[in-house]
């Protein structure tokens, strides 16, 4: 850590909180006046914006794909393509339960991969084809569309959407895990138009070729495009957490790592492999396995790392240890929200909560060297939020 990071204000060192008198709560003895509002209503307009854009683009996306997939299957094969991101949408929400992000830049990266990154591949796919090609040794354009356009081009539009968010959506977008969750939608939402269109043309052809086409993309390899997708996301999560200017360098790395996966999975029959159950049991599935060990490594660490930040907030006078179990522990939580149900404080005690992770995370932020001011204006903005919430916690029931 470094010298100059700003340390954590004690209560009486923010404006706004001052002790009660003796007798309160454990742990519960400030009360706040909040902050203002008005750079978590600048931060919720841009995603508003972005969100409306993604969404309009979205609707073009599918007009486009009514008018292309064969006449009367659009209503089959999207019910078809709905099991696999039904399955990356579970999967991405489990691995976002510790710290649940808001709504909409979930839906706004959902969106971009629908609709935003099929609509640039498709714009950008046949230009780069006609420039790179002939710079190549292919000679075979299916060749070279599978492992060099669609990974290079795909990739591409889909880190752009990430970008936007980790950029517009900055108060959310913290780590790692973060840039897995917003990422793995991307991809997820790729995947799904994606499947439209390769489920309607096998479709026209014969009920084998149909359902080959299905099992495939949807149970057998669901998250293909989220594998890819996560490592330009987990990839911005890092860059926060070990200096955010230096985002473009990480983003860079990522989309490496993101073309190179797409490469190894659309060109892999080609290296060796009799048949696609021999890539993919040899090669696909333990990397499958290997990846979802680091998302799970990646989800460790986040709990650790939110624990001792809390633990710092204790240590300067604004948590108790009990406090900190319950914010930063699956059985502490598990008792808080017991007694939130039995107490009828259950929004209450889940705001607090959010407000304490988010402070915790904001302070990961600050110490790995982000000091600008809005940061540490940030940190003091939820000092107040998590006063006024815990005070929402403890307040007579309503009746």
């Known amino acids: 850590m470094s ?20 007798g309160a709560p454990s742990g519960l003895a400030m009360v706040g006046a909040g902050a203002s509002p008005s750079a978590d209503r600048r931060h919720e307009a841009r995603l508003a914006v972005f969100l ?23 209503f089959v094969v999207s019910l078809l393509a ?35 990154s099929i609509a640039g ?51 959310q977008f913290d780590g790692p895990v973060d840039g897995v969750v ?32 299905f099992l495939l993309r949807g149970v057998f390899s669901p998250f293909a495009h989220v594998s890819f997708s996560i490592f330009m996301g987990a990839a911005l999560g890092l860059a926060n957490l070990h200096g955010r200017r230096r985002w473009p360098l990480y983003l860079a790395g990522g989309y490496a790592l993101a073309v190179g996966g797409h490469m190894l999975w659309n060109g892999g029959l080609a290296i060796g492999f009799d048949s696609f159950f021999a890539f993919y049991l040899t090669l696909q599935v333990p990397l499958f396995l290997i990846l979802l060990g680091l998302v799970v490594w990646l989800r460790l660490l986040e709990r650790r790392r939110i624990g001792a930040s809390l633990g710092q907030f204790a240590a300067s006078g604004w948590l108790e240890p009990a406090e900190v179990a319950a914010f930063a522990s699956a ?56 006063v006024r919430d815990r005070e929402a916690v403890l307040a007579p029931p309503r009746r």
């Open 3 to 22: 010298a100059t990071v700003p340390p954590i204000p004690g209560p009486a060192d923010v404006p706004g909180t001052s002790p009660v008198g003796e």
């Open 52 to 74: 409306s854009a993604a969404l309009v683009v979205l609707f073009l996306t599918v007009r486009w794909v009514a008018d292309v997939v064969t006449p009367g299957s659009l």
């Open 82 to 116: 709905l099991v696999p991101l039904a399955i990356c949408w579970f999967g991405l929400r489990w691995v976002d339960r510790w710290d649940p992000e808001p709504w909409p830049p979930l839906v706004a990266a959902l969106a971009w991969g629908a609709g935003a």
């Open 121 to 171: 591949t498709l714009l950008i796919g046949d230009p780069f084809a006609r420039i790179v090609m002939p710079l190549t040794s292919m000679s075979d354009p299916d060749l070279f569309g599978a492992v060099v356009q669609a990974p290079v081009v795909e990739e591409l539009c889909k880190g752009l959407g990430i970008l936007l968010i980790f950029l517009l959506a900055r108060w």
């Open 182 to 213: 917003y990422g793995g939608l991307v991809g997820a939402g790729f995947a799904f138009t994606e499947n439209l269109l390769y489920l309607s043309s096998a479709l026209a052809e014969t009920p084998t070729v149909f359902l080959e086409t």
């Open 331 to 386: 059985e502490g939580r598990r008792q808080a929200r017991r007694w939130a149900r039995q107490t009828g404080r259950a929004d209450e005690v889940e705001r607090l909560t959010r407000t304490a992770v988010r402070l915790a995370e904001v302070r990961q932020r600050i110490e790995s060297g982000n000091h600008e001011a809005r940061l540490v204006q940030r940190q003091e903005h939820l000092l107040r939020r998590l």
